[in-house]
């Protein structure tokens, strides 16, 4: 049986999710093939190393920042960057601009912007440029995060509940940006680079939370953050980054964030649960990033939970691969089209990044 928080009503609520894709949509079929086009002529085995990794990642199909045959053309971290900054820019401000409207917010009604992006550098930062273009106020408080990269989704709306917390009467929006195919190194032929390759996509996401002290919309009534919980694993900084350097950003990705996540990861959300009078049968709904389809069965074989339980997971990575920091928040998206659950209802978002770290977010409907 769900437990009911005596702090409900004090919570902040999600009042809308939009997220956004580049128009440029290929095959993993398509996207391999150009990838071993572009790549040195003497690493044929790394070719067919390539091909079989794309067959396994669960991905069917993933948009890109820029049309396919562009890619042959970057000549290096500036282009490339350049690039992200001018599409990040566009998905950026569509994401606000659909979030807003989704929940019937003006833009100068927003207290604080959240803004995250692991995949290009920006100064002045994404949210700085983008205040003036989609009607920010002036005042607007503005908080840029970088090197949070998978897990800043989570951590995100993390950061948007303890701001409203404080600011019962205020509103809070994250927006997260990342382009991961504007990273790739096309000389670069190592295991991680090829599975970086592989499985990552392009997307931005806004979301809109609200504090306690704003009306909701009776007809909708949107999740409350009940309570969040951030956790950094000692001695693993080393299982996934970015090495940047003179080409831009070079993948660091061990084959330890599957053990790492079988580990520690059910420990630590059994004993989260716990503390709010839960356990694993009382979550209704799993928002979870979508590593990739090891993770994916780890979380799911190390919580022994149901068969679909991760069904919305394993659809976004499919149709989008690994959008870094926006996939949970694609997730997200995809649970709260979802119609209301007919009773109370818990949920759990989750997702993990460089440091290596977790952060879990409890919601209530």
Partial sequence: MVATSPQIDSAPRLAAVDVVFPPYVYSQEQITAQFVAFSPPDTPRQGELLARLS??????????????????????????????????????EAALRGAFKAAGIRPEDVDLIIS??????A????????????????????LPLFGLGCV?????????????RAWPDHVAVLLAVELCSLTVQRGDMSGASL????????????????GAGREADAATDPPRI??????????????MGWRIGSTG????????????????????????????????????????????????DTIEHALALPPDALARTRDSLARRGNLSSVSVLDVLRQTLDEPRPPREQRGLMMAMGPGFCSELVLLGW
Avoid: M
Avoid at 124 to 142: I, T
Avoid at 158 to 164: E, H, Q, S, V
Avoid at 230 to 239: A, G, I, Q, W
């Fill in 116 to 121: 995250t992006s692991v995949t290009g550098l």
């Fill in 226 to 239: 009940l309570a969040t919980r951030s956790r950094l694993y000692p001695d693993t900084e080393d299982v």
């Fill in 249 to 296: 950003f070079r993948i660091v990705l061990s084959q330890e964030v599957a053990p790492i996540a079988e580990q520690f990861l059910a420990a630590d959300v059994r004993e989260f649960l716990s503390e709010h009078g839960l356990a694993i049968d009382d979550v209704g709904r799993w928002i979870c990033h979508p590593g990739g389809p090891k993770v994916i």
């Fill in 152 to 164: 800043a989704g989570a951590a995100g709306v993390a950061r948007l509940n303890d701001y409203l």
């Fill in 55 to 92: 067959r396994n990642t669960g991905v069917r199909a993933r948009h890109l920042a820029l049309p396919l045959e562009q890619y042959g053309r970057l000549t290096g971290f500036t282009a490339a960057n350049d690039a992200y900054i001018e599409v990040a820019l566009e998905l950026g």
């Fill in 123 to 142: 100064v002045p930062s994404l949210d700085a440029r983008l205040a003036h273009r989609v009607g920010l106020r002036q005042d607007v408080k503005r």
């Fill in 195 to 210: 599975v970086a390759a592989s499985l990552f996509g392009d997307g931005a996401a806004a979301v809109v939370a609200v």
